[in-house]
């Protein structure tokens, strides 16, 4: 026990004491795994929470290729500064604003999502114009200090035209309520970014790489195997299984993440209790992978 206790966090070794279905459950539960370029990134959005008002507020593009961990970063962010009810004040304070962006470049459905998220009463034929006017109202009584869009590349996904519409639209709301703007999408929201200059200086960029395998991967591993609640040790940051989860996630947290996931629920549910590259092998996330492989050639 001793030994797991070095390696186990507080919750996954209460974990240990309960049922196979209550651990089980826990995996599957979104958790949020620390490393130094996402506290670096948290870092500056605290700043950010914090800058005083000025009538040129700082923004960030956080960039990366899908499933490297942007969403994760911003969720995380959120779980720290989530709304609260004012029962005094007969109020919400929400000093940070989560949405992920539509599927196509549509500033009616962003804004009817954003009012909606609110709690606020959307009306669907109103314009454009409306519905941001009626944002504008909203926020300050929120006390919202950053609003964070997830998916930026998905709402640019229209014309260089229509690109800079809903990017001077996001710049508008930052100016007229001097709020900061978090965005995060792939190189795609980058290069619609670059394509204007005042809009590169507003939004300065910082990116997510695929890992690189070494020193840096094996503490990413290292925190996972530290939140999972297996009875006995894996040393998934160690040698030949570090390598093995490297190649199969080709340097992609996503990808880590999901490998993990299963192979600890195979790990639990064959009483391996722990997570071997046999394991790994077998369980169901990359068996199915490898099957799809197969009969795609």
């Not at 690189?212 to 009875?231: A, C, I, S, T, V």
Request: net charge neutral.
């Amino acid at each position: 026990m001793s030994e797991i206790a070095r390696q186990l966090s507080k919750r996954a070794l209460e974990l240990l004491e309960l049922s196979d279905a209550e651990r089980l459950a826990h995996i599957d539960k979104p958790f949020f795994i620390p490393y130094q370029k996402a506290s670096e990134l948290l870092a500056e959005m605290e700043d950010l929470l914090e800058h005083p008002k000025t009538n040129r507020m700082p923004n960030l593009l956080i960039v990366g290729r899908s499933d490297n961990g942007k969403t994760e970063i911003l969720r995380e962010f959120l779980h720290r500064h989530p709304a609260e009810d004012r029962a005094g004040l007969d109020s919400v304070f929400a000093p940070v604003i989560y949405i992920q962006s539509p599927p196509g470049p549509s500033e009616h459905i962003f804004l009817n999502n954003l009012l909606m998220l609110l709690g606020a009463t959307v009306r669907t034929n109103d314009s454009a114009d409306r519905k941001l006017l009626q944002l504008l109202a909203i926020l300050p009584r929120l006390q919202t200090k950053v609003l964070m869009v997830d998916e930026l590349n998905a709402l640019l996904a229209g014309s260089a035209t229509k690109q800079r519409f809903l990017l001077n639209m996001l710049k508008f709301i930052s100016n007229e309520l001097q709020i900061c703007i978090v965005a995060a999408g792939t190189l795609e929201a980058e290069h619609a970014i670059r394509s204007d200059a005042q809009l590169q200086s507003r939004f300065p960029m910082r990116a997510l790489p695929r890992w690189q395998q070494g020193e840096d991967f094996r503490r990413l591993l290292y925190n996972f195997e530290y939140l999972l609640p297996l009875k006995q040790p894996s040393e998934i940051y160690k040698g030949e299984i570090a390598s093995k989860l490297y190649g199969l996630s080709e340097g992609v947290i996503g990808e880590v993440a999901k490998i993990l996931r299963s192979a600890a629920r195979y790990a639990i549910q064959s009483n391996e209790e722990r997570i071997s590259i046999d394991v790994i092998s077998k369980c169901t996330y990359v068996s199915r992978k490898g099957d799809v492989r197969v009969e795609l050639l």
